[in-house]
């Protein structure tokens, strides 16, 4: 029977044209598109999801042409900066606003322009208040009543002018004068005009609502008093960088007013909010500032150090990252790379840290990795070619449609039988097919693995490499899933009559691989069973 078939494949989602391992190297045959009534016909694929990768086969002349470069898989302390534009600012903790609890005039200023330098304890202005004379009158005929009566007979006269001295004396206390100032104007006698308020804290005054003969109230702030013998420095850090940031990480600022110095301090906060406009987050760093070189509002560089630990690394330039998935090459030897995909976290310095698909020892390629891909996807497509029986088909039979096919046998298959356990290395193997005598078309494939002691291993990553034993065929690998009995299993295509290689390989952690290849017959000879009459 002739069958009409295109020579157009499709791989990855890109449809490429065939090729054939008889083509000359360095001409391309020439892409013919799908004869009529071949359009709905799907290809088969090497397992139970599209296949768009295979194994690459480029041998050590050609790596060296193309320039390929490996690099072994293993853990080592990932380090890098940070680094942001930052501003100084005053340390909110640091600052202290002078209110009144009194209402009065200001007669004399003594700290009267913004920027003055204050110490604790030191004079600020005086104020006259008419409430604060009387109550310091009330407190001086307390004062002269418990005198008086403290010689009385009667103890209740005596403990009550002992309080009412007391709850005068606390009135001035709320009123923010000493015990100091208070004991002096008992020692006076005489009820003071005018009150001196001193600054509470030692700083800068940044900021002065007060004028000589002003009338102030509880409500008005008077001076706020900044200490600046340490500042903050707020840092813009884009937010791809945020989670590489960690309170009490180490930082370093540096600015132009100071060449070559660098002020060290930590990060202290990270605000809990992004700056929608410049898509960064505010981090806090403090820093000391005993010279007081740091000023307010000044800007400069900060480098945060970040330290992620030591991390399975994977070099930067290695990983194919195509936005739905992440891939790289892995060396199996003799001229053969493997695509495996695997998951990455952040970026770290020239380094990924390896979440998942890696193992230390593994090497893999890091440049000259695209044209590998390039192959890997070739040669899916000539898997293809294979699976439909077309591996030792020209391309130019492929290209003119015509192609002899034969029949494929029709008829129940039996269930299933399981070849005989096989020693590889430190493990047992047994091959299971279903049904037991292979056909063309799917099976199933079921593998058993036993260690010492006949001991089933369910731990292990388990793959399939399949191919007949002929020119133009190139192996296609599919990954085996561990099943409810512990047997790990498979679906293939053999896409022909014939003797079929299948390699099983295992990996376990900390343990060399291990290969066997069992051979099977698929009955038939021809792809007329595949695609009908």
Do not use: C
Not at 111 to 140: H, I
Not at 326 to 351: C, D, M, N
Not at 388 to 411: F, K, S, T
Request: hydrophobic share 40%; charged share 20%; aromatic share 6%.
């Amino acid at each position: 029977m002739m069958v009409a078939l295109g020579a157009w494949f499709v791989t990855g989602g890109t449809r490429q044209p065939a090729s054939s391992g008889g083509s000359m190297p360095g001409k391309q045959p020439e892409a013919v598109p799908p004869k009529d009534g071949m359009a709905d016909m799907s290809m088969p694929t090497g397992g139970e999801s599209n296949v768009s990768q295979a194994y690459a086969m480029v041998p050590p002349a050609r790596q060296q042409l193309i320039g390929v470069t490996t690099a072994v898989i293993e853990e080592r302390p990932l380090k890098t900066t940070t680094r942001a534009v930052g501003r100084v600012e005053y340390d909110e903790q640091r600052i202290t606003h002078v209110n009144l609890r009194i209402s009065g005039w200001v007669d004399e200023l003594f700290v009267d322009f913004t920027g003055q330098p204050v110490r604790k304890g030191q004079p600020l202005f005086n104020l006259y208040s008419p409430d604060l004379v009387a109550t310091q009158d009330e407190f001086l005929l307390a004062l002269r009543s418990r005198d008086k009566l403290k010689d009385s007979p009667i103890p209740e006269v005596r403990e009550q002018a002992e309080q009412l001295l007391e709850a005068t004396r606390e009135r001035l206390r709320l009123w923010t004068l000493t015990d100091t100032q208070i004991n002096e104007i008992a020692r006076r006698g005489k009820a003071k005009t005018y009150l001196t308020i001193y600054s509470p804290v030692e700083g800068y005054v940044i900021d002065k609502q007060v004028f000589k003969g002003m009338f102030v109230q509880p409500e008005t702030r008077l001076y706020s008093i900044a200490d600046l013998s340490e500042v903050w420095m707020n840092a813009e850090v884009y937010e791809f960088e945020v989670p590489f940031v960690k309170t009490g990480q180490l930082a370093a600022a540096t600015f132009a007013a100071y060449p070559g110095q660098a002020f060290h301090g930590r990060v202290s906060y990270i605000y809990p909010y992004l700056n929608q406009e410049a898509r960064t987050v505010k981090v806090r760093l403090e820093l000391p500032n005993p010279q007081l070189l740091l000023k307010p509002e000044m800007y400069g560089t900060v480098q945060i150090d970040v330290n992620r630990g030591v991390q399975l690394a994977l070099p930067e330039g290695a990983l194919l990252d195509s936005g739905t998935r992440q891939l790289v090459f892995v060396v199996r030897g003799e001229g053969l790379f493997e695509p495996r995909e695997v998951a990455v976290g952040p970026k770290i310095g020239t380094y990924y840290e390896v979440r998942e698909g890696l193992q230390p020892g593994d090497r893999v390629v890091t440049s000259g990795n695209f044209l590998i891909d390039s192959e890997s996807k070739l040669m899916a497509a000539t898997n293809m070619m294979g699976s439909l029986g077309m591996g030792g088909i020209r391309m130019e039979q492929a290209q003119m449609g015509q192609m002899e096919m034969g029949e494929m046998p029709r008829g129940t298959p039996e269930r299933r039988k399981a070849t005989a356990g096989r020693k590889a290395g430190d493990l047992t193997l047994a091959l299971v097919t279903e049904p037991a005598s292979p056909r063309i078309g799917e099976n199933l494939i079921r593998v058993t693995i036993k260690g010492e002691g006949g001991k089933q291993v369910t731990n292990a990553i388990v793959q399939l490499t399949y191919t007949m034993p002929m020119p133009g065929m190139m192996p296609a690998t599919v990954p085996m899933k561990r099943g409810k009995d512990g047997a790990y299993e498979a679906k293939v295509n053999l896409g022909m009559g014939g003797q079929w290689d299948l390699t099983v390989t295992v990996q376990r952690a900390g343990q060399p691989d291990v290969n066997e290849t069992f051979s099977v017959t698929a009955g038939g000879g021809g792809l007329s069973g595949m695609l009908g009459k």
